[in-house]
């Protein structure tokens, strides 16, 4: 027997039990009709619509392969329609709605206190910074901006025998970032300090740091999606053009860097942007897999070598 469900508008329809796929399936073709916007963990209707049914219906994605032929009742399929028509109405990134995203293979805690992990950095952690450094000869590590402390955590993953030390100016950032250290059991090999980059740090020195800073300039900004006003606004505006993070960065981080060690700083779509204004440093701009850019590498003796002009 079919069951009645309501929906807005007065509308009513009836529910009868269909698989995880095809509720899924239905799901998709919602999102895609909606236009909503794909970026912040997932590139497709698909997928999105996955992870908020998932969610929703309390399933692992572990047992995917397992539970697609899965026959979902009426309550079930309430609780997922409901989840996708927030995704939609409301635009908020579906991470938000689940509270969970991954980054370089780990699972992370993340909220609207944070912007949503999907940096290409991944990439390089899980490759421990090869070929640019020795990964045994790595012993501390710097994340600006940490925010939710997905960098940090999986540089601290990636070389066991490390100290890692996150920053970020914002305490509700740090909020998260903790949470994030306590699940991953870190202890004392994860430093959280509140700094404005480089303020807290004296004199300390590292073999990386790696950071995804804010870099979006003020007329990108105006025209990002919706999605992207749910995000912490710090967490993504540096000034008209987007360099007011990238110069500090670029003026301070030599000073903290160890002979032979690497800054690897996220620029995104303001690449163009560095090249002009600093067209006396010598970038390596990375490429990844999985895709994304906007990423570049100096090492410290090129930065040093820079400011001696």
Not at 286 to 296: I, N, T, Y
Request: proline residues 5%.
């Amino acid at each position: 027997m079919s069951e009645l469900s309501h929906r807005p508008g007065g509308v009513t329809r009836r529910l009868q039990p269909v698989s995880l796929r095809a509720l899924i399936e239905r799901g998709a073709r919602r999102l895609r009709r909606a236009g909503v916007f794909f970026g912040h963990g997932t590139d497709n209707a698909f997928d999105e619509s996955a992870a908020l049914v998932f969610h929703a219906l309390g399933l692992s994605h572990a047992q995917s392969a397992r539970v697609y032929s899965k026959r979902v009742g009426r309550e079930a399929q309430q609780k997922a329609d409901a989840l996708i028509a927030r995704r939609i109405e409301e635009r908020v990134p579906a991470v938000y709605l689940t509270g969970q995203t991954w980054f370089a293979g780990l699972p992370f805690h993340v909220d609207p206190r944070v912007l949503i992990p999907r940096s290409p950095i991944a990439e390089l952690v899980e490759r421990q910074f090869t070929p640019w450094i020795a990964p045994q000869r790595v012993r501390r590590v710097l994340d600006i901006g940490t925010g939710s402390g997905c960098i940090a955590i999986a540089c601290a993953k990636a070389f066991p025998r490390a100290r890692v030390d996150a920053v970020d100016i914002s305490e509700e950032a740090l909020e998260v970032a903790r949470t994030n250290w306590r699940r991953h059991r870190l202890g004392r090999r994860l430093r959280l300090l509140k700094s404005d980059h480089f303020d807290a740090l004296g004199d300390e020195t590292y073999d990386i740091i790696v950071t995804n800073p804010p870099y979006v300039g003020d007329r990108e900004l105006r025209s990002l999606p919706a999605e992207y006003r749910h995000e912490p606004r710090i967490a993504l505006a540096a000034g008209h053009a987007g360099l007011d993070s990238v110069r500090v960065i670029l003026r301070e981080a030599g000073r903290h860097l160890r002979p032979r060690g690497l800054l690897v700083v996220e620029v995104g779509n303001t690449e163009t942007a560095v090249r002009r204004a600093f067209r006396q440093l010598p970038f390596t701009w990375l490429d990844f897999e999985r895709g994304g850019g906007g990423v570049f590498l100096l090492t410290a003796e090129q930065l040093g070598a820079a400011r001696g002009k």
